[in-house]
Each structure stands twice: as structure tokens, then as C-alpha cells.
T-cell receptor
């Protein structure tokens, strides 16, 4: 059974800092890995999707990397802003398209 | 392009009552998912439809939960009777490939 772990569970940083969120998974036979953002009381917004054949994806200030062999992914956020405050969820797909989620990292960026 | 629509957004019921949630996926998306997200946890897949057929319902508590997808478009998720531990956010998602798009969710409180 796939287990997805996210570290840290919570993170507080001052505005402007670069930060890294970590995700690990136990079964490396994944199809894709997807990072989501969830704001309080809202649904999930897809940030980046990395296919199993890819090593990284970039969108604006966000960069996600994938190392299938070690079962790890990182989400790098450059020059953090208060508007980045949210919960970040990592999810993997093994088969059948259903997502297996971690518990998330709660990020607070202070002005 | 319209996103995934869900209703109601909030629902409060007493235990042993019944409740139903509705989801309208993105037009043309063949795959529809229902996830349950308990506070502090990542979403957990309840059921996955491909058109109007069930692909995976292995984690659906079938003694109290039921779901259908009529004509391969809209879907409803029902709980009868509800228990206190069913308090959660119920998220609907749809996809035409690997990338899933989520609705805003329905927050259920069972008292």
C-alpha cells in the first residue's frame, strides 16, 4: 500500500525567504506526482504535475522535483509572499488515476 | 471553462440522519472522483467513476455510503445513516487524463 509522508507538518517563515517542502512515498512505481495548494475552506488547486519520466517542473516561483528511485519529491518556493500561506499537499498516482495524498504542510508566510 | 461544481457548500445534520451531495464535473471529463478529507488529513478516495461505471470503490463504507453517476455526467454521494465520524469535507474531482481538477467541496458536520 502506498504511503505518502510530508515534512514538515507546519512551517512559518518571514516574507522573502526561499523554502523547501518535502514529500516521500514508499512505492516508487508511480505514474505521476502532483502538488496542490489548499486554502482554508476551499478546494484543491493544482500547482504542478510531474510525470514519472520527468525530473522537475517549474511554474513561476515554484519548482517541483521528482526522484522516483529514492521515493522523494520537493517543492521549492522562491521569494515567499504572505499570499503563499496555505496548506500544500503532495499526491502520487500508482494506477487507476486515483491520487494518494500526504497529510500536507501548513505554510505561514509572515510580513 | 467552468470548473467542478458542488452543492451544498455546507451541511449540518444530526447523527442517524441522511444527507446527499451533488457534483457536476468539467464538461467532457469522463472520470469523476469523490474524496473524503477529515480535518488535518489529506483527502482519501471514496469512489472513482469512468463515465457511469465504477472503477474503484474499495474504500467506500458501503453499509452507509452510496454513489451514482447518472448518464456519465453529474454524480451524487449519499450517506445514510450518518455517524459522527463522517464529519469531513467531501471533495469531487474530475479528469480527462491524469491531472485532476477539484471542486470547492462540501463541509459536513454531524452532531
Amino acid at each position: 500500500k502506498q504511503e505518502v509522508t510530508q515534512i514538515p507538518a507546519a512551517l512559518s517563515v518571514p516574507e522573502g525567504e526561499n523554502l523547501v517542502l518535502n514529500c516521500s512515498f514508499t512505492d516508487s512505481a508511480i505514474y505521476n506526482l502532483q502538488w496542490f495548494r489548499q486554502d482554508p475552506g476551499k478546494g484543491l488547486t493544482s500547482l504542478l504535475l510531474i510525470q514519472s519520466s520527468q525530473r522537475e517542473q517549474t511554474s513561476g516561483r515554484l519548482n517541483a522535483s521528482l526522484d522516483k528511485s529514492s521515493g522523494r519529491s520537493t517543492l521549492y518556493i522562491a521569494a515567499s509572499q504572505p499570499g503563499d500561506s496555505a496548506t500544500y499537499l503532495c499526491a502520487v498516482i500508482n494506477s487507476g488515476y486515483a491520487l494518494n495524498f500526504g497529510k500536507g504542510t501548513s505554510l505561514l508566510v509572515t510580513p | 471553462e467552468a470548473g467542478v461544481a458542488q452543492s451544498p457548500r455546507y451541511k449540518i445534520i444530526e447523527k442517524r440522519q441522511s444527507v446527499a451531495f451533488w457534483c457536476n464535473p468539467i464538461s467532457g471529463h469522463a472520470t469523476l472522483y469523490w474524496y473524503q478529507q477529515i480535518l488535518g488529513q489529506g483527502p482519501k478516495l471514496l469512489i472513482q467513476f469512468q463515465n457511469n461505471g465504477v472503477v474503484d470503490d474499495s474504500q467506500l463504507p458501503k453499509d452507509r455510503f452510496s454513489a451514482e453517476r447518472l448518464k456519465g455526467v453529474d454524480s451524487t454521494l449519499k450517506i445514510q445513516p450518518a455517524k459522527l465520524e463522517d464529519s469531513a469535507v467531501y471533495l469531487c474531482a474530475s479528469s480527462e487524463g491524469y491531472e485532476q481538477y477539484f471542486g470547492p467541496g462540501t463541509r459536513l458536520t454531524v452532531t
